[in-house]
């Protein structure tokens, strides 16, 4: 089993859909999590840390579920903007914190 | 304000040359670290360090060697390459151990002949 999974997809939406991620990690002991966004032959970038309690940035809402070992990301109101691979990260804590385990990522496409 | 550069952006090899991809940063941080990225499969950590003169091993160092003479630069070499090594390469760095921002150079494509 990989130690983060996600759906490649590609989730096919139009416009002003509401779309959502899931992720799930293996390790329990895992400490920190994030939504890093990819677009095509581009490097990743930080989206959104992944916080207990939920967090929220404009359209983006990310949430953690300890206990499914699952986190999510909500997209609303799509624009064509938001088209591109999202990677789910976790710490699981390995040496000291020093290795993050990404996804192999979600592919959006988002259509007028 | 550059953040981290990598070159070079691409590189064509034959099966058993060696080469070094560059990495250097110009944000003081003390992480830095280098994925690769094949399709389907994720970033996959190579090695990282935690500071000038630290290295460590990731996921998948066999045939990489890295070293930290510097807190800037962080170069990835290559020893004898293989086609399996064809991939984009990413070097990474953050403030402090990645519990944080992770910030990315543009990639390297590197493809083995």
């Known amino acids: 089993r990989k130690e983060v999974e996600q759906d490649p997809g590609p989730f096919n939406v139009p416009e002003g859909a509401t779309v959502a991620f899931n992720c799930t990690y293996s390790n329990s002991a895992s400490q920190s999590f994030f939504w890093y966004r990819q677009d095509c032959r581009k490097e990743p970038k930080l989206l959104m840390s992944?916080?207990?309690s939920g967090n929220e940035d404009g359209r983006f809402t990310a949430q953690l579920n300890r206990a499914s070992q699952y986190i999510s990301l909500l997209i609303r109101d799509s624009k064509l903007s938001d088209s591109a691979t999202y990677l789910c990260v976790v710490n699981p804590w390995k040496n000291a914190g020093n290795m993050l385990t990404f996804g192999g990522g979600t592919r959006l496409m988002v259509k007028p | 304000n550059a953040g981290v550069t990598q070159t070079p952006k691409f590189q064509v090899l034959k099966t058993g040359q060696s080469m070094t991809l560059q990495c250097a940063q110009d944000?003081?941080?003390?992480?830095m670290s280098w994925y690769r990225q094949d399709p389907g499969m994720g970033l996959r950590l190579i090695h990282y360090?935690?500071?000038?003169?630290?290295?460590d091993q990731g996921e998948v160092p066999n045939g990489y060697n890295v070293s930290r003479s510097t807190t800037e630069d962080f170069p990835l070499r290559l020893l004898s390459a293989a086609p399996s090594q064809t991939s984009v390469y990413f070097c990474?760095?953050?403030?402090?151990?990645?519990?944080?921002?992770?910030?990315f150079g543009e990639g390297s494509r590197l493809t083995v002949l």
């Open positions: 360090s935690v500071g000038a003169g630290i290295t």
């Open positions: 944000m003081n941080h003390e992480y």
């Open positions: 990474a760095s953050s403030y402090g151990s990645p519990t944080g921002e992770l910030f």
């Open positions: 992944v916080y207990s």
